[in-house]
């Protein structure tokens, strides 16, 4: 596998959603540039509220008709086509390029999943009850997609997760940054130093590989998430993260519908993003396969699939 570690963001930015609605809207887009600097003022002088300004700002992309939550949207079908090239798109390229320094440039990457069991856990000062009931249903859905068997710890268990979520407040962020740098051996760690200082990302994931020379290597994730995030916020950045780390890498503005878009559209795992999830995870795609040698055997795994609304429902699981 190349390009470790491999990253991935939830961020505010101020670009245009996806160009097939860009049109429609592009005045919202412009006028919520100027919430975003706003906010971003707000915040760098009153810290201790940053939470204000991330419930400001999700109130005001929800007021835009952005973050949804519809499963299924009638108003954004996809064909198969579409899946292949978004498949292509998230799964065989990462947002960020590897190195020292944190830099957005799309990199090639090779396949990643992971197999048998995933134990994963949740812990830090902002966790509460409802993270840890929302990622519960979240791995009850993931399972049923991927086949993976998630185990969940408790934060105090003396086996090591193989993917560990911290929801953390500013104190413990310095502390989770400078515990990364002791576990990666590294002078830095851009990405999630970025999230740590910068208000712009409430949400990164990480995942590195270990252990490879002389053997495959194991993987391990972390997703690191502000406690002053909430609601509908919050539980994207769940959604999002964890999903990403399962080795839906990257994001894409003609991705649709889907949560792997900076342009905030959708908030929650959609119907396309469950039917990534079920591509990835049949077992005629391997780790460490290139874009070239997966494409032509996802796209046959795609001719398969039924995609019609009638053959998913436009129920939320």
């Known amino acids: 596998m190349t390009g470790v570690p491999i990253i991935a963001t939830r961020r505010w930015r101020e670009t245009t959603a996806t160009r097939r609605w860009r049109k429609t809207t592009a005045a919202r887009v412009l006028r919520g540039a100027a919430a975003i600097a706003l906010v971003a003022l707000a915040s760098a002088c009153m810290k201790p509220r940053l939470e204000t300004g991330y419930a400001a700002l999700e109130d005001w ?48 990457t090779e396949l990643f999943k ?24 979240l791995v009850a859905r993931l399972g049923a ?22 929801i953390l407040g500013q104190a413990m962020r310095d502390e989770a940054l400078a515990a990364m740098m002791r576990a990666t051996g590294r002078p830095s760690a851009p990405l999630v130093e970025a999230w740590s200082r910068q208000d712009r990302f ?23 998430i502000k406690a002053e995030t ?8 769940l959604h999002e993260e964890f999903t990403q780390v399962l080795g839906l890498l990257n994001d894409g503005d003609d991705v ?11 908030a929650l795992l959609t119907r396309h ?13 391997k780790t460490g396969m290139t874009e070239a040698v997966g494409m032509p055997i996802v796209r046959r795994i795609v001719a398969q699939m039924d995609i019609t609304q009638g053959g998913g429902g436009r129920k939320r699981p």
């Not at 992971?114 to 249903?137: E, F, H, N, V």
């Not at 997760?161 to 911290?166: F, N, Q, W």
């Not at 889907?258 to 905030?264: E, L």
């Open 202 to 224: 409430p949400c990164v994931g990480q995942i590195r590989l270990l252990n490879r020379s002389g053997g495959p290597g194991r993987l391990e994730g972390f997703i690191f």
């Open 256 to 266: 649709r519908p889907s949560i792997f878009n900076d342009g905030q559209e959708f």
């Open 273 to 285: 993003d469950e039917m990534l999830l079920r591509i990835l995870y049949d077992p005629r795609l």
């Open 230 to 237: 909430s609601r509908l916020l919050r539980q994207s950045c």
């Open 61 to 108: 992309y929800v007021s835009q008709g952005l973050l949804r939550t519809e499963y299924a949207p009638p108003d954004a079908p996809f064909t198969r086509a579409d899946l292949v090239r978004n498949f292509a798109k998230i799964a065989f390229h990462s947002e960020y390029a590897p190195g020292a320094t944190l830099v957005q440039r799309e990199t090639g």
């Open 145 to 166: 997609l991927t086949g993976l068997t998630f185990v969940e710890l408790a934060p105090e268990a003396d086996a090591a997760p193989d993917v560990t979520m911290l």
């Open 114 to 137: 992971w197999s048998g069991a995933l134990r994963w856990s949740l812990a830090g000062d902002g966790a509460g009850p409802t993270d840890l009931l929302q990622m519960r249903a």
